[in-house]
């Protein structure tokens, strides 16, 4: 855990060093989830963990960049955080895009 604590306090202490950390956040466990639905009415159906049993997210980062390729670099360095025994845990990583503004609706 502690290898892992220190991957990511580096990682943070780069982007924040290069300007590029716009918010990161470390997420409860599995134990803290609750997965929301509506049902047909309109209410919460609320059950306890995330939506797909064995997958969690752990955390974000907001990053802005100047590019796709450093955003999937950025992505991989993330990715490469040390797990049990110490080694990369090469976990998955994904990569969102926030749009500056409104999505552009298609007329018609």
Aim: glycine share 14%; with cysteine.
């Amino acid at each position: 855990m502690l290898a892992m604590f220190a991957h990511m306090d580096a990682l943070n202490q780069e982007l924040g060093a290069a300007g590029e950390l716009v918010e990161a956040r470390g997420l409860g466990g599995p134990s803290m989830v609750k997965t929301v639905r509506a049902t047909d009415d309109g209410r919460a159906k609320v059950t306890d963990g995330p939506a797909e049993p064995g997958r969690i997210l752990a955390g974000y980062w907001v990053v802005d960049v100047k590019d796709e390729d450093r955003a999937l670099e950025i992505a991989a360095r993330a990715s490469a955080c040390p797990g049990p025994g110490g080694k990369p845990g090469n976990d998955p990583v994904e990569v969102h895009a926030v749009p500056e503004g409104p999505p552009e609706v298609p007329e018609g």
